[in-house]
């Protein structure tokens, strides 16, 4: 029961964070109520981000040591990434709606998080076309190593091309964040939420993957062992 | 230390100049690739007509058409080695290095053969502003420099999957966004009349993306390679 | 006033598929554990 007690404070400190984001903090004039989002929304793209890189490095770490455990990691990071990219998309979306008015404007943000989306999506393409396990592994694991190099690309270009709406006055994430004291409080104390959320979440994938392996080889060798009899 | 170095291209011009014989005889996918591009160029300018494309709207499509083109043949060097089952001999008689910067170079040569041909046609087809030639050109060199760098690698990637097709336009293009867009953007700078200076970022971006792209894919190929 | 509104079914809607993705994974896990125990 002590091993789980990290499991109830994390509900706690979601807990306050929330209760934080909703009273504790103060709106910032242009945004008005909705600045709120921005301490549920930016942590999942910090998460679909961070997702990529523990999958690009579990790529290297495959190439290198050749154990397929490094491919579960990178597979399930994925998995997760898509899942938080997505989520990331929808509520970046409802929030500009409510904003600017139209869903989607392909400014930078937007832009990267979607490029984000079709990375993911075509990391398990690929997946999908390779059948063995052993190629499956080595071919997306290069795949993502491939797509993580040509980040810094990206993050330089894509905010030069279009004018962006987010809303860089009040908040900017990438350079000096212009909060305030209380709003930094918050909006930091839910991205270590988040992360600790996602590193929690891929152990528990990567466990479920692992268990479903034994699981298939005591089938197996049950399998065998009857037939010899 | 002269030798060592000359052995090593040498080993690599084989390989390019046994997949350049082979080309010129059959010439399979040079004609494929010029064919599609041409089909794309005739689809668009056909559906256009003789209106006036802005600045914004020519550029884009000159680069999808490039992006589309590249996606048509730029696997073949692999896929042909998979398909005629000759792959494996390739392995025994050539480094990954070698393979990879021989059909690199292959793929480039053939996506700046298509080039010749079709860009010309392209402003024939179209109607779009007079570029600017020292903005146009650099920028189309250094773009599909980098188009077709990315292209080899990810083309080694799908000859060893299953519906290959769709899924090398589906891998690409993430990969070649940053192509893209300096690549667009530089275009349009070259029919807007800009001046030679502005444009130097996006150059600078194309080449630095080439340079990263080829080193990444030398050292990844290895492992895409070996069965 | 309706702005509030968004930010709570934004918040109803990141908890909601965050706890059921938890939620499915522990199922999950619980349910492969019985069965390597009762193999």
Known sequence: MLRNIWKFLLLIWMGVVIWGAFTYTPTAKALGETTRILYFHVPCSWVATLSFLIAAISGILYLVKNDLKYDLWAENAAHLGLFFTVLATITGSIWAKVIWHPFWNWDPRETSIFILLLIYAAYFALRSAVEEDEQKARLSAVYVILAFITVPFLVFIVPRIYDSLHPDPVINAQGKIKMNGKMLQVFFASMAGFTVIFFWMLRLKVQTALLERKLQMRKFKKLTENRDV | ?227 | MSDIYVVLSVNLLIWFSLFGYLFALDRKVQKLKKMLEND
């Open chain 2, 1 to 227: 230390m002269a030798h060592r170095k000359s052995n090593f291209i040498h080993k690599s011009w084989a390989v390019f100049r046994k997949d350049i014989q082979l080309e010129f005889r059959t010439r399979y996918v040079i004609n494929a690739i010029l064919m599609f591009a041409l089909t794309v160029l005739t689809a668009v300018s056909f559906s256009i007509g003789p209106l006036r494309l802005r600045v914004e709207i020519g550029a884009a499509l000159l680069w999808i058409i490039l992006f589309f083109s590249a996606m048509s043949g730029l696997a073949h060097i692999f896929v042909r080695e998979e398909e005629q089952q000759t792959a494996d001999t390739l392995r025994l008689f050539s480094r990954p290095v070698n393979i990879f910067l021989g059909k690199w170079f292959f793929n480039l040569l053939l996506l700046y053969s298509l080039e010749i041909i079709i860009v010309p046609l392209y402003f024939v087809f179209l109607n779009v502003p007079d570029p600017v030639l020292s903005i146009f050109l650099p920028v189309l060199f250094l773009g599909s420099f980098a188009l077709a760098s990315a292209s080899t690698l990810i083309g080694a990637i799908i000859s060893q999957a299953s519906a290959r097709g769709a899924l090398f336009a589906v891998l690409t293009f993430p990969i070649v966004l940053p192509v893209m867009f300096s690549g667009i953007h530089g275009t349009q700078l070259s029919f807007a009349r800009a001046s030679f200076l502005d444009c130097l970022s996006d150059l600078q971006v194309l080449l630095s993306f080439s340079v990263v792209i080829l080193t990444g894919s030398v050292l990844l190929f290895e492992f895409v390679w070996r069965k």
